[in-house]
């Protein structure tokens, strides 16, 4: 089973596409464009994020590692930014909202980062969503 690097999903998006859509982030991009829209993606490895603004000094995330899938900052200052998926992890995802991509004409949208970076894991769960009649 092929897996890649994500690094959000989106549920219930309306901007992404037509309809009702969820939209998958993957992580990695070879550019490095100024008004990227999502600077988060551009390195392929799960990666700490920091947001000194929202740190109020707890120290509770003095150990954290990108490992430590389970940790959680009560303010938001530390996220991890990248999980590994399977394609039939997240196609349980995007399978959910099925109902809502039928009734509005909407479905499922790829971006990034740069998705074909990851393009075996990106054919595969296309072709899923095909088979199981959802928009791509």
């Known amino acids: 089973m092929r897996t890649a690097n994500l690094f959000d999903i ?5 901007v992404d596409g037509p309809g009702i859509r969820t ?4 992580k990695g991009c070879n550019l490095r464009c100024q008004w990227c ?10 990666q ?4 000194k603004d929202k740190c109020t000094g707890c120290g509770r995330c003095r150990d954290i590692t990108v490992d430590n899938s389970d940790f959680v900052c ?3 200052a530390k996220k991890i930014c990248g ?10 995802i995007i399978i959910k909202d099925k109902i809502f991509y039928e009734t509005s004409g ?4 790829f971006s990034g980062g740069e998705c074909l970076l990851q393009q ?11 088979a199981a009649g959802i928009h791509t």
């Open 106 to 109: 909407g479905g499922v949208t």
């Open 83 to 92: 999980k590994t998926y399977t394609v039939d992890e997240l196609f349980n």
């Open 74 to 76: 009560f303010h938001d």
């Open 48 to 51: 700490i994020m920091f947001y």
């Open 120 to 130: 075996d894991f990106l054919c595969e769960i296309l072709e899923k969503c095909k």
């Open 23 to 26: 939209t998958v982030f993957f």
């Open 10 to 14: 989106q549920r219930n998006s309306f």
């Open 37 to 46: 829209h999502n600077p988060e993606s551009q390195i392929m490895e799960s």
